[in-house]
């Protein structure tokens, strides 16, 4: 069975300041890891996605990833925090089971980042 | 197991069919939820339901219907699809709403000819 610990429910941060939002995972299989943000009233919008090539991804605004298997973390970061970046982040796993080639995703929990000015 | 289930996996229909998209949570969730994921394109939110009401529908066509008769069951149905609508439809449930998005089901493939 696979599933997502998003460490932390909230995290502060001032603008211009460095961003880490930390994921960790389990999974039977070799699995997709995806991180997503949620701005309010709007849709999910991918940020990023590891699929077994590079381990550090990097992805949209300035956000980038590093799939670690030994510690099965999946953490989020940015250099410089924008006010903009203010949003729920969620940290998705996706996996093909080998048995049936049933693929599930499962969500984290979310992450609400607040930037400060 | 995921405990979403949805069906059919595939589907192939033309633009003047009518079908339905079917899910099925067993976990005893209060919240289900339809997506759409495009190629290239993010996981959008399409319908959101809490208790068997609809408490949101993000600017859908209106030749997406949803349905939810209780709260384990979710259905789309579908009619005069354009080929653009050509998508993996996805289904999920969590315990409430608003909440985490905890469980999705594997999808169903639909292809609009």
């Known amino acids: 069975a696979q599933s997502v610990t998003q460490l932390d429910s909230h995290v502060s941060v001032s603008e211009g300041t460095p961003v880490l939002l930390r994921c960790n995972y389990s999974s039977s299989y070799s699995p997709s890891l995806f991180w997503y943000v949620q701005h309010p009233n709007k849709g999910l919008q991918l940020l990023l996605k590891?699929?077994?090539?590079?381990?550090l991804v990097k992805g949209i605004n300035g956000f980038e990833a590093e799939f670690k298997k030994s510690e099965t973390s999946f953490h989020l970061t940015k250099p410089s925090a924008h006010m903009s970046d203010a949003a729920e982040y969620f940290c998705v796993v996706s996996e093909a089971f080998r048995d049936t080639g049933r693929r599930a995703l499962t969500f984290g929990s979310g992450t609400r980042l607040q930037v400060q000015p | 197991e995921t405990g979403v289930t949805q069906t059919p996996r595939h589907l192939v229909m033309g633009m003047t069919n009518k079908k339905s998209l079917k899910c099925e949570q067993h976990?005893?969730?209060?919240?289900m939820y339809w997506y759409k994921q495009s190629a290239k394109k993010p996981l959008e939110l399409m319908f959101v339901y809490s208790l068997e009401e609809r408490v949101e529908n993000n600017s859908v066509p209106s030749r997406f219907s949803p349905e939810c008769p209780n709260s384990s069951h979710l259905f789309l149905h579908l009619h005069t699809l354009q080929p653009e609508d050509s998508a993996l439809y996805l289904c999920a449930s969590s315990p409430s709403f608003p909440g985490r998005v905890a469980d999705f089901g594997p999808g169903t493939r639909l292809t609009v000819l």
């Open positions: 976990l005893g969730h209060n919240a």
């Open positions: 590891y699929t077994s090539a590079a381990t």
